[in-house]
């Protein structure tokens, strides 16, 4: 790749937008040409975000009066459900766009799951079709010729990474697996809403969406196509009083008489040449603070004190690994360039 | 009881033995006659915890200088190892005396039981086997004619009383249970630690003793005490970034037939007439800032998306209903005093 | 008073309302008959604040809806601007009433003032004029005697407490005086709202409101009273990442040749038996903490390097002394009960 | 500059060590050779901050067995008092070392203030006499040449950036300055500490160091150059429940017929081609969060209601443009290279 990629941003006022700015602002290979936020439409990007005061960023502008002539390359942060129509929309516009959307339009592959879980059809099947779903270390492949990359969800990258070499390798058995994944609160995003006030939500913890979360669904394709039959995990999201991280600690029984150790043996060696993800030493227990505002994925396997049980923990940070940093990364392979490109950074602890 | 009961704390410096006080200045049936802190000899509380300034309050003094003939009732929050040996003393220098112990030195009846999870033989063994275990709502009647209560872990607390009657009742799979128990800060205790200090464990979170914490050997007991047989839950303490809180995950199978609004049945019917035991509407989820402060314990049963399993939530505050809380419940029951007595108020919220 | 005193809350759904219910439930002299939540009539306290669980406590109503005869006392929690004309028609259906505002309609007796910072003229003017400001310490008097108690504002009842009887004494200049006030986030109230979004508020901090805050037109009415002339104090409310606490730094030139001592002298013989006001000991910095959930203001008295100026601390719960607490406490007074009444427990910390 | 770097760390364990390691594995001209920790010889920097596993960092030392002559430039991140005598040594071991230190021991020039203030006779005082103050927006082209750079406090750097220049410009009254300056908790460093606990300081907020805290002798010596005179400011630090970020209320009065608008177009122009301080619109208010993990300071300047009366509100991150962004921007200009370079990134929010 020559020159530098033009890049625009579908939805630059939420949070995964500006966590994109963050990263794309110093990014090398990257002009940034395009910025939209309907509500916002006429505002600098330094009115909505003040840390990027003192930068030259393109006026936030409207969807509908965005010229994609202009871009290589999109980044769409728009809410579930009207992303299909408008990804359909961008690539009428500009065929020859690559886009790599964080919304959760395109993360299913099969229609009549897609209807279950979201409670409509599907309204651009044939790009649910083409989608690739962005899970970078499992789709690395694919995605270098990917003209749409589905970014997977927050809870599903931190519990996808962790279990799908497990099952590959027939370490662990697929009907025994419970997950409690605690999260942040900025995945819930930047609307206003009573139930994420500062007051509401600090100083305790509770559970959402119990038995019914919509990742499940991403768990069980991924987890489906890992075992080679249905896989069906127990799955609890947990809001913990905390801006960033995912922490998903992982029930499992082993199966076809391995041990504990042999799981992350599994584990080390899948993921032994991967810049991202991290498996710690066999024990080591991780700390989500410890990959914030990192692109890491960092896990854990810690024997039970019964034999045949086993605890394997999962964390990311939710903007990042979870969403705009696993987006660049796909970005990044999408147009050749070398991966870790403008995720290089350590962690930012404490 | 006519009167007021003449009440000592060992250990006032550490947080439970605060919050005892905060709970016992109030109270109508108490009268404060000794306060032990080692360390701290010689200062007022207020020197150690400014929010007890104005009280009139015994100076602090060391364990070895406190004359246990001026009380009635002791409350010991020391930590375990040593206290086994100070309770013993205690019951020589005034045997007519009622002790409460919120250390873990007492929980386990079973001295090999001790010995595996603490390393060590008991210290008194005759003590051990005299001690009634101080969960209130499951051992209500021992506790009335207790000379030695040992109050439950918080953990242990959380945990237990939402299983128990499950197991009883016969509606879940004793193999099959996983409980991820999360914690606020202030169950760590007032010592100089970096691991806990503010920057290291604010806006993060991780777990802790995975595999093989401590409380994990009440579970055991007050499980397999409940089914009959051995159980051997799976069990992850994990450390929130909040003060006060435990929130415990519970992921059970259903057996026999059960649905998961015959658990809530079950929970229902247990604590129906419990002051301190709320069994929230199927299907409504717990938040364990809504106990913050208060001796409640609060239970909501989930139904999972498949058939037969189930998520039973539960939550209290570590240093109430899991420490000093139920210390002074089970003090009302000693001193056949109203149960409630010091502990009507609502939570603090927010 | 024989008997009970019959009570409601217009406003329960917020936070002070919660608070005061927090502190009436188990309040001896207390039945509560009547609560309104416009916006919530038809549903149970538990369903909109899950901690009074199993009170049985009347329904939510709407304020049009309610039976004024049925009660001797009402608190409104209601926004400024609405509740001038909401008590003015309370007093017309039951004129016996006693009432307890906690809104800012009534805290300023100058009609002009009122104008000049609310923007528009007073709707009651003759309640205005009638309306006792419910400065407890200070106005103690009139409130036993007072049909309407205007409760300060938070941060200005943190700062007129250390600063009024300095002003009297004369051992401060009136023209140099600067107030640098932290609060916490649960005096933003419950309203859904993009700027308190836990991700917005949480781990920084940030001032609001500068140079213009309203709350500075109680300070310039007490102060003025207390000088005997204009007193224009610097004032500028900060946003810390709490939920609950005043912390105002007050910084002042001494004067007539007093001594950073003689300022503690002041306010410790001002306040010297007053239950819910604690000078520290000279040079003792108060921490918010120590007064959470307590209905106590703490002030310490600092000498700065430099003679002739001095540091002066005052903190309080912002839901407590400063609202809900002070309510109560005005309450008691209005209907001859000790005026410590529901609100003798020690502030909660940890 | 041809080739990197050789750069070594003194006191890599502590958080701003770590902060230092975050910024320099990524930097482009930098060759990290050295790292020590006294009490962790031996470990790795992932066993002490696991952010950095999967780094090829240096193995940590011990001081007394460092190579000074394997480095060009050396960051000391150690305790006041001990240093003075360890950077003597360094450049007896190796004189062409520059040093850029973040402690506090060359930071006063006057050895009667730093004897008054540290309580000892300053045990280096040829390096004092020759150590240049670090604060890169004022001192530029002398840091340039230095061997030695003294980094301010973040306190300091906080508060100086926006003063000097109103002093210096004669827009207000060096004898009115009241500085309240809140910070995060990392300031605190990594060291055990009950009072730095999460449950001490969660949930809270209280002044310490009031009136006497050693960062002041820092805006003596910068406020007293600038202005010509002696200006002896009130300071007070607040310890806010936070990681990072130092937030600085300024009130000031006017002098010379100044207005506030006066006060703002002073920094815009002073700092308009700084690349890390940034002053915001007239009015506008800074929020710590906005430069989180950024080497940037914002300024604000808003009008009192008073004329006459300005409020100057500054904000930085403490461990970047308070010390380990300072240093590095120090470093960058000691070896000739771009200022920003590895200090590049927007700031992290949420």
Same mark, same amino acid.
């Given at each position: 790749?020559?020159?530098?990629?033009?890049?625009?941003?579908?939805?630059?006022?939420?949070?995964?937008?500006?966590?994109? $700015?963050?990263?794309?602002?110093? #990014?090398? #290979?990257?002009? *940034?040409?395009?910025?939209?936020?309907?509500?916002?439409?006429?505002?600098?990007?330094?009115?909505?975000?003040?840390?990027?005061?003192?930068?030259?960023?393109?006026?936030?502008?409207?969807?509908?009066?965005?010229?994609?002539?202009?871009?290589?390359?999109?980044?769409?942060?728009? /809410?579930?459900?009207?992303?299909?129509?408008?990804?359909?929309?961008?690539?009428?516009?500009?065929?020859? *766009? =690559?886009?790599?959307?964080?919304?959760?339009?395109?993360? *299913?592959?099969?229609?009549?799951?897609?209807?279950?879980?979201?409670? #409509?059809?599907?309204?651009?099947?044939?790009?649910? =079709?083409?989608?690739?779903?962005? $899970?970078?270390?499992?789709?690395?492949?694919?995605?270098?010729?990917?003209?749409?990359?589905?970014?997977?969800?927050? #809870?599903?990258?931190?519990?996808?990474?962790?279990?799908? &070499?497990?099952?590959?390798?027939?370490?662990?058995?697929?009907?025994?697996?419970?997950?409690?994944?605690?999260?942040?609160?900025?995945?819930?995003?930047?609307?206003?809403?009573?139930?994420?006030?500062?007051?509401?939500?600090?100083?305790?913890?509770?559970?959402?969406?119990?038995?019914?979360?919509?990742?499940?669904?991403?768990?069980?394709?991924?987890?489906?196509?890992?075992?080679?039959?249905?896989?069906?995990?127990?799955?609890?999201?947990?809001?913990?009083?905390?801006?960033?991280?995912?922490?998903?600690?992982?029930?499992?029984?082993?199966?076809?008489?391995?041990?504990?150790?042999?799981?992350?043996?599994?584990?080390?060696?899948?993921?032994?040449?991967? /810049?991202?993800?991290?498996?710690?030493?066999?024990?080591?227990?991780?700390?989500?603070?410890?990959?914030?505002?990192?692109?890491?994925?960092?896990?854990?396997?810690?024997?039970?004190?019964? &034999?045949?049980?086993?605890?394997?923990?999962?964390?990311?940070?939710? *903007?990042?690994?979870?969403?705009?940093?696993?987006?660049?990364?796909?970005?990044?392979?999408?147009?050749?360039? /070398?991966?870790?490109?403008? $995720?290089?950074?350590?962690?930012?602890?404490?």
């Amino acid at each position: 790749m020559s020159g530098k990629v033009k890049v625009g941003i579908f939805g630059a006022s939420g949070y995964t937008g500006a966590e994109l $700015l963050r990263l794309l602002v110093p #990014h090398p #290979h990257v002009e *940034l040409k395009l910025l939209t936020a309907d509500r916002k439409a006429g505002l600098n990007m330094a009115d909505v975000f003040p840390q990027f005061t003192g930068l030259d960023l393109p006026v936030l502008t409207k969807i509908d009066e965005a010229d994609l002539s202009t871009v290589d390359a999109l980044f769409t942060a728009l /809410p579930h459900g009207t992303t299909q129509t408008v990804i359909s929309d961008a690539f009428k516009s500009n065929p020859k *766009l =690559k886009i790599v959307d964080l919304s959760a339009d395109f993360r *299913l592959g099969d229609p009549a799951a897609y209807a279950t879980w979201y409670g #409509h059809e599907h309204h651009a099947l044939d790009l649910q =079709k083409e989608a690739v779903f962005g $899970l970078t270390e499992h789709y690395r492949e694919a995605i270098k010729t990917a003209r749409l990359v589905a970014n997977p969800g927050c #809870h599903s990258t931190t519990s996808i990474l962790p279990v799908v &070499p497990l099952l590959k390798a027939g370490v662990i058995d697929p009907d025994n697996i419970v997950i409690d994944s605690k999260t942040g609160m900025s995945g819930a995003g930047r609307a206003a809403n009573e139930a994420m006030l500062f007051s509401e939500v600090s100083e305790g913890i509770h559970a959402y969406g119990v038995g019914k979360h919509r990742h499940t669904s991403e768990l069980d394709q991924e987890y489906g196509k890992a075992a080679g039959r249905d896989v069906f995990a127990m799955f609890t999201p947990v809001l913990a009083p905390m801006n960033r991280g995912i922490y998903a600690t992982v029930y499992v029984r082993t199966a076809n008489g391995a041990k504990a150790e042999d799981l992350h043996a599994a584990l080390a060696k899948a993921y032994a040449n991967e /810049p991202f993800v991290q498996v710690l030493k066999f024990g080591q227990v991780p700390h989500s603070r410890h990959v914030r505002g990192s692109n890491t994925c960092q896990i854990g396997v810690v024997a039970d004190r019964l &034999p045949g049980r086993a605890i394997v923990i999962s964390t990311t940070d939710n *903007l990042m690994k979870g969403a705009s940093g696993q987006a660049v990364q796909n970005f990044n392979l999408v147009f050749g360039l /070398p991966e870790t490109s403008g $995720l290089a950074g350590p962690a930012l602890f404490p």
